[in-house]
């Protein structure tokens, strides 16, 4: 049962993640950029359920969205570079 609704949130999440994100032209970065934001977030509150004061939950919220924004407009700014060979010969 929590299999279950663990992978409806995975689903979600990443599908705004990536909504938020836009598309890089990189199936690959995209999917890992995608998935670190919705990590952070989900992370941070699961960290501050943990650890944190519920008084100040509005702080923490206003924190995360933030660092998200700032993540992904750091993101944004930087272009995919092309994949480069690693075969020396």
Do not use: C, H
Not at 8 to 37: F, I
Not at 38 to 44: P, W
């Amino acid at each position: 049962e929590f299999s279950a609704l663990y992978l409806r949130y995975e689903a979600v999440s990443l599908s705004v993640a990536a909504a938020v994100l836009g598309d890089t032209g990189a199936p690959e970065l995209d999917r890992w950029q995608a998935r670190l934001l919705a990590e952070f977030v989900a992370g941070g509150i699961l960290n501050w359920v943990d650890d944190g004061d519920p008084a100040r939950d509005e702080e923490v919220v206003k924190r995360l969205s933030q660092g998200a924004r700032g993540m992904a407009a750091a993101w944004r700014e930087l272009p995919p570079e092309p994949p480069t060979s690693s075969d020396d010969s």
